[in-house]
């Protein structure tokens, strides 16, 4: 039983439920719950499950609503409707309401409740592998692209730090149907600073006048980023995002030619949220007043975005006081600590940002620049709690 994969079947006909147990036990690890509130129990004591098989006709909560609910609580539990009322209406609305996997009619041969359960777990394995690929394999690569990019920008490294804080918060706020996305469009929102040349990155980071042509190649950064991704067919709405993480809400801003308001996809929408409050940042405290200033910028930001901010910001915190305060030398850094101030060369130049996580890749980065180049110590670190 053990290696059986887990369903959950829903209805408010407890004799029928343990007639639909019986057929399927040898096949899968069955769980029965009468009506869509021990539905929801069972999703939290026993869940996750791989596919939900739900009666439409229930009091209290619809199968349209239980599946609805499941669409946002475990969006990964393949969905599937079973009732006696097979009109189109009622398959239509369970359909677009719980994005059903499969629409059965009763009564249903156990066979065909087997073949079409058996088809539900082969889609819940393939999106579980997929979101397995990118929660960890993938987001371990992109991680290591972002620790060489932070060497590149080292304010931007700041304020990606914060905004990942920030987004990882917004996306459980409003519910993104893919958080990740947030959180890699943060990562790599300034990739396309590969194609800027050195001497002009550090010349925008000193905040010197640039020229018409320099301004050019700083706003086409966006662009670039956008089609370095895109050659990873799995982060095509990253690459998205990243293009439009500075187009106005209104359709103004760069690219000149695209979508305007909710066209734009919502990573991006948000993207250009969290990388103003983490310029704003910079200088000041961010709090309510930070939203109201972005508010009075009419058309420039997702106003829902805005609000949701409001309270993303309530809930991210500083880092609380069980996290240890050290003052270290380069070869007592450890992965994971967090820097306290600005990394500076001894001659005042910036090598990393105050917040960088640090990570095996900065600390052998820093090891071997120090080698050749004096580094100002000792470095002020947090270390975080051992769970």
């Given at each position: 039983m053990?290696n ?5 079947i829903v209805?408010d006909d407890?004799n029928l439920?343990s007639?639909?147990?019986r057929?399927?036990r040898?096949?899968?690890e069955v769980?029965i719950?009468?009506?869509?509130a021990q539905?929801?129990?069972?999703l939290?004591e026993?869940g996750?499950f791989?596919v ?8 209290e909560?619809?199968?349209?609503e ?5 669409k ?8 599937m ?5 097979a009109?189109?209406n009622t398959a239509?609305?369970?359909i677009?309401s ?10 249903c041969?156990?066979e065909d409740?087997i073949?079409?359960?058996?088809a ?7 999106q579980?592998?997929e ?7 993938l987001?371990g690569?992109l991680k290591l692209?972002s620790d060489?990019m ?7 490294t ?6 990942r804080k920030?987004g990882r918060v917004l996306?459980?706020?409003m ?6 996305e947030i959180d890699f469009a943060c990562m790599l ?7 800027v040349p ?10 010197e006048?640039?020229?018409?042509d ?5 706003k ?7 089609s370095l991704?895109?050659n990873?067919p ?7 995002a990243?293009?439009?993480?500075d ?7 760069f690219?000149?030619d695209?979508?305007a308001?909710?066209d734009i996809p919502f ?5 250009k949220?969290?990388k103003?409050?983490?310029?704003l940042?910079?200088r ?5 007043e930070?939203?109201?200033?972005l ?5 420039a ?14 809930e991210?915190t500083?880092?609380?006081?069980d996290?240890m ?7 007592m850094l450890r992965?994971g600590q967090e820097?306290?101030?600005d ?12 917040k960088?996580v640090?990570?095996?890749?900065h ?22 709690p051992?769970s």
């Open positions: 053990a059986l994969e887990k369903i959950l209805d407890k439920l007639g639909i147990r057929q399927l040898e096949h899968f769980t719950a009468v009506g869509g539905a929801l129990e069972a939290t026993k996750p791989a939900i098989v739900s009666d439409m006709r229930m009091p909560m619809t199968g349209v239980l599946l609805g609910a499941f946002e609580r475990a969006p990964e539990t393949v969905r409707m079973l009732t006696g009322n009109d189109q239509a609305d369970a677009n719980g994005s059903i996997f499969r629409f059965f009619t009763k009564p041969a156990a409740l073949e079409g359960i058996t539900g777990i082969k889609q819940y394995r393939l579980t592998a979101k397995e690929l990118l929660e960890h394999t987001a690569s692209l060489m932070s060497f590149l920008d080292p304010h931007m700041r304020d990606i730090a914060n905004m920030w996306a459980r706020i519910k993104a149907p893919r958080p990740w929102c300034s990739i396309g600073q590969i194609s050195s001497e002009l990155l550090l010349k925008q980071s000193d905040g006048e640039l020229s018409e320099e301004h050019e190649i700083i086409r950064v966006p662009e670039v980023g956008k991704i895109s990873n799995r982060l095509s709405s990253v690459a998205d990243i293009l439009y993480q187009r106005n809400f209104d359709g103004s801003g690219p000149e695209g979508p308001g909710t990573a991006g929408r948000a993207l949220v969290l103003e409050i983490a310029r940042a910079q000041s405290v961010v709090g309510p930070t939203i109201n200033s508010e009075a910028r009419e058309g930001f997702d106003p829902e975005i805005l609000t949701a901010m409001r309270t993303v910001l309530q991210v500083v880092a609380g006081p996290q305060m050290d003052e270290v030398s380069i070869n992965p820097l306290q101030d990394l500076l060369y001894e001659d005042g130049k910036l090598l990393l940002a105050k960088t640090l990570s095996d890749l600390i052998s980065r820093l090891i071997l620049i120090a080698k050749i180049q004096r580094i100002k110590q000792p470095i002020r670190v947090t270390t975080p051992v």
